[in-house]
């Protein structure tokens, strides 16, 4: 299955032909009602832009997409915006491109080009990554034991919640791909004698290619 992507926090591309200039705006959205208020809000902030054309892509148990002109020519400005996402796989976010107009028509092919790059430069600009289902594990510790596993418990997490009492209290949260790892090991280091406890799951975002 291809991966999929994407941000958690406001991007901006800007390109200019001709005196027209596009600004994009990418930014994260879970619904399509919050998508349309973050570019109804655009609009009331930029009065004097004469179009706000978009795209997002949201998925939760399915995929949801859609494209706006915004009255720009059928297929000039929505398709290229959506098609820069779907090009990065970026999920649950979406670009709004409004334009300035500098008194030249662009002709299709211009209006393409300039919606796609303004969207390109937007995502271009942006930390791209994953949410990633982080699994939370609690467990307790006398104090001569927890002084051989936090070396190893801080690889995991850097910073684990402790509460320190008779005994070391031990709450921290481990990536997908390191569970089975981390249970191994605490099994090892302590000869079988800890069971760690699951507990929530927290979303985090972590930026592609990262740890």
């Known amino acids: 299955m291809t991966e999929e992507y994407t941000v958690n926090q406001i991007s901006e591309g800007y390109y200019e032909d001709r005196k027209s200039e596009f600004y994009g705006v990418l930014t994260p959205t879970s619904t399509p009602d919050e998508f349309k208020e973050f570019t109804d809000s655009l609009r009331k902030e930029h009065r004097e832009m004469c179009h706000f054309c978009s795209a997002f892509r949201i998925r939760n148990q399915i995929l949801t997409e859609k494209a706006s002109?915004?009255?720009?020519?059928?297929?000039?400005?929505?398709?290229?915006?959506?098609?820069?996402?779907?090009?990065?796989?970026?999920?649950?976010?979406?670009?709004?491109?409004?334009?300035?107009?500098?008194?030249?028509?662009?002709?299709?092919?211009?209006?393409?080009?300039?919606?796609?790059?303004?969207?390109?430069?937007?995502?271009?600009?942006?930390?791209?990554?994953?949410?990633?289902?982080?699994?939370?594990?609690?467990?307790?510790?006398?104090?001569?034991?927890?002084?051989?596993?936090?070396?190893?418990?801080?690889?995991?997490d850097s910073n684990p919640f402790l509460d320190y009492s008779d005994s070391v209290g031990i709450s921290l949260f481990v990536t997908p791909d390191h569970i089975d790892q981390f249970l191994s090991s605490l099994k090892e280091m302590t000869a079988g004698k800890i069971t760690p406890q699951k507990t929530e799951i927290k979303p985090v975002f972590r930026l592609a290619g990262g740890k």
């Open 69 to 156: 002109d915004d009255g720009e020519p059928s297929g000039t400005a929505g398709k290229p915006i959506l098609g820069a996402l779907q090009r990065k796989n970026l999920m649950n976010c979406g670009i709004v491109v409004y334009r300035k107009f500098g008194g030249t028509k662009l002709g299709t092919g211009g209006l393409v080009k300039a919606y796609g790059t303004a969207a390109r430069l937007a995502i271009e600009s942006a930390k791209i990554g994953q949410i990633i289902d982080m699994q939370g594990f609690s467990f307790s510790v006398d104090y001569s034991l927890w002084s051989k596993l936090e070396k190893e418990i801080r690889n995991y």
